[in-house]
């Protein structure tokens, strides 16, 4: 499949690692937020999401926490394994009205075995 | 329970020609989205259909343009194509009542030569 990673920022870590991927967003009158991935060839699957009347969120293995004064949303991945290799996008937007993604830049994350 | 699905996969036009892609969205979705990814870059929204009708455009040229048929289904038509409409193509699909995620398909990856 198509290299979405091309000129990405890079996180490499090894497995077990526990994982941080950062993203600030743009529009401070966002108020939904959404972690994606995307393997290779692949579309960008849906991860965890997170409200802006929350400041914290736990999934299976991931974490996501959420910062309104500064703008600023991470991706916490415990116990990273190889099959999490791949690029992490966020992406705001609002609950009200027809609702549209805005995506960050992304992180390419590589786990070594 | 099939999630949203794209065709074709892959597809190779010329310069000036027009094409035409198709989106079938998760059953159960009525709004459907269409965004382009270049390479190494996040999506960007192109347009949402909702009730069969354009409901948020974002800033692409009028050759970008959609349809939405009863059955929920979508296809995103481009005129006059250029160079650098080369990308993937992602149609992503929600229910409109519902504050859920988008879920996207796997996308088109469209050349141009």
């Known amino acids: 499949g198509e290299n979405v990673g091309l000129h990405l920022p890079t996180l490499s870590v090894q497995e077990g690692d526990n994982s941080i991927i950062n993203c600030a967003y743009s529009n401070s009158a966002s108020d939904y937020f959404i972690w994606y991935k995307q393997e290779s060839g692949k579309g960008p699957q849906f991860i965890i999401d997170?409200?802006?009347?929350?400041d914290k969120r736990q999934g299976q293995r991931v974490t996501v926490l959420l910062n309104k004064t500064v703008k600023h949303l991470s991706l916490q991945i415990a116990a990273t394994q190889p099959g999490d290799s791949a690029v992490y996008f966020c992406?705001?937007?609002?609950?009200?009205?027809?609702?549209?993604?805005?995506f960050g830049k992304g992180t390419m994350l590589l786990v070594s075995p | 329970d099939a999630g949203v699905t794209q065709s074709p996969t892959h597809l190779i036009k010329t310069r000036g020609q027009q094409v035409t892609l198709r989106c079938s969205p998760k059953s159960g979705h009525d709004t459907v989205s269409w965004y382009q990814q270049a390479l190494g870059q996040g999506p960007q929204f192109i347009f949402q259909?909702?009730?069969?009708?354009?409901?948020q455009r974002g800033n692409f040229p009028d050759r970008f343009s959609g349809h939405q048929f009863p059955n929920y289904s979508s296809e995103l038509n481009v005129n006059a194509l250029l160079l650098g409409d080369s990308a993937l193509y992602l149609c992503?699909?929600?229910?409109?009542?519902?504050?859920?995620?988008?879920?996207f398909g796997d996308g088109t990856r469209l050349s141009i030569l």
């Open positions: 992503a699909s929600s229910l409109r009542d519902r504050n859920q995620p988008q879920h």
């Open positions: 997170i409200r802006s009347n929350m």
């Open positions: 992406a705001e937007t609002r609950l009200s009205g027809y609702s549209t993604l805005t």
């Open positions: 259909y909702y009730e069969e009708e354009e409901r």
